[in-house]
């Protein structure tokens, strides 16, 4: 492959992807350098619950690292396992009502340990097509069969599981709130299908953890299922605020994953100061349940701004996506915004499928009402235009 010419021709279709260097804002917003306006209203950020600029998070973190310094030193299996992993680990599984949890360096890493830690040549993953690209990555490294069903179609996936369920180990991973569509998979009916086909049933919370459930314990919470996923997991870098990420699972699934989970054995543990401000992010949420309430409030908002202007079925959840199609078009009205000064990604294949190019609108909590009602009419204006 010729790498320029590579650039070049990503670049004409519109598929090119480059670095925005942006500064935070705490409410909201970003600085995007030399944009002519200043400030971007952020709709592109996955902080749901406005938590990385947080008093709480940032004193915590602050108190961890004087006391433990600026990194683990070492693997944890080695001499870096630091008393505050096993307190924060408590909390976790507290918070996704399950036994016990185990860390990981990040989402992508706990994903790409997790899976050909259960699964491997003899045996088969279903997982859902929309599923996450460190899923992906954690079936390739697994080297079992990967069997994809369509988007959420149950009918599909049994169809496949009386096909292809086999007599090995069989693995079913699915994201509980997809997070290019911003919609729910249907839980109970996938716990019921993995029970009845005897397979394990992963499930990625990356986006519903802090955001749905009573306590903030993730969509495996809100449909009362905990007990009956083998592996729940989630990453601290979203509603949570901070980095890194988790596994949830009985005490005897996470004593496996600490000696079969390679992206867990052999990396360093996470930084004391990332412990403490995921510490502190596990505990706001369950003790402040309104933060979820007030996120709710303006995503109805905004929504109800969106249909004001004939924009409807706009899914369940805090994640907005407007269809476009076409990447070009994407990226264009994507263009058009950031001029109004919002920032809001256009999301292209290879992320989605080919042509359902999309704009992601991500509500987060720190977004006024002013912010959503401009974010809503301009949106409909670039839309209507061109
Ligand atoms: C973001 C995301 C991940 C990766 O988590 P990181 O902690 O950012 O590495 C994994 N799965 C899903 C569904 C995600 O959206």
Not at 38 to 66: K, P, V
Not at 373 to 379: R, V
Request: glycine residues 10%.
């Amino acid at each position: 492959m010729d790498i320029r010419n590579w650039l070049t021709e990503q670049k004409k279709k519109d598929l090119l992807r480059q670095l925005t260097p942006v500064e935070r804002q705490p409410e909201g917003q970003v600085v995007v350098p030399g944009h002519a306006g200043g400030w971007l209203l952020d709709f592109s950020s996955n902080d749901y619950l406005g938590l990385t600029c947080h008093s709480g998070l940032i004193a915590q973190s602050r108190q961890f690292l004087e006391l433990a310094g600026c990194g683990a030193g070492a693997a944890r299996l080695m001499s870096g396992d630091l008393a505050m992993y096993h307190l924060l680990e408590e909390e976790v599984a507290q918070l996704k009502g399950q036994e016990a949890a185990l860390l990981f360096g990040s989402g992508y890493l706990a994903n790409c340990g997790v899976i050909p830690a259960l699964v491997g040549r003899n045996d088969v993953i279903f997982a859902d097509r929309l599923n996450h690209a460190s899923i992906y990555d954690g079936c390739s490294l697994a080297r079992a069969r990967l069997v994809r069903f369509h988007h959420n179609d149950l009918n599909h996936l049994e169809e496949l599981l009386g096909k292809h369920r086999g007599t090995g180990e069989a693995l079913i991973v699915v994201e509980s709130l997809y997070s290019m569509d911003g919609d729910r998979c249907p839980l109970p009916e996938l716990v019921r299908l993995k029970e009845k086909y005897n397979c394990l049933l992963m499930v990625d919370e990356a986006h519903a953890t802090g955001v749905f459930g009573e306590n903030g314990g993730g969509i495996i919470e809100e449909d009362g299922v905990a007990d009956r996923v083998d592996v729940a997991m989630g990453t601290f870098g979203k509603a949570l605020g901070s980095y890194g990420a988790y596994v949830a699972a009985s005490r005897t699934m996470i004593d496996f994953l600490i000696n079969r989970a390679r992206t867990f054995i052999y990396s360093t543990g996470l930084p004391p100061a990332v412990i403490g401000a995921s510490l502190a992010a596990v505990r706001i949420i369950r003790q402040e349940p309104h933060l979820r309430r007030d996120l709710f409030a303006k995503v109805e908002y905004f929504k109800a701004a969106l249909a004001e202007k004939g924009l409807t079925n706009l899914g369940p959840s805090q994640i907005v996506p407007i269809m476009i199609g076409q990447s070009s078009r994407a990226v264009q009205i994507a263009h058009a915004l950031r001029r109004q000064g919002i920032f809001a990604t256009a999301v292209r294949p290879p992320t989605v499928p080919e042509g359902t190019a999309r704009l992601r609108f991500s509500i987060t909590r720190h977004l006024s009402h002013e912010a959503l009602q401009h974010a809503a009419s301009q949106l409909t204006t670039a839309l209507s235009s061109g």
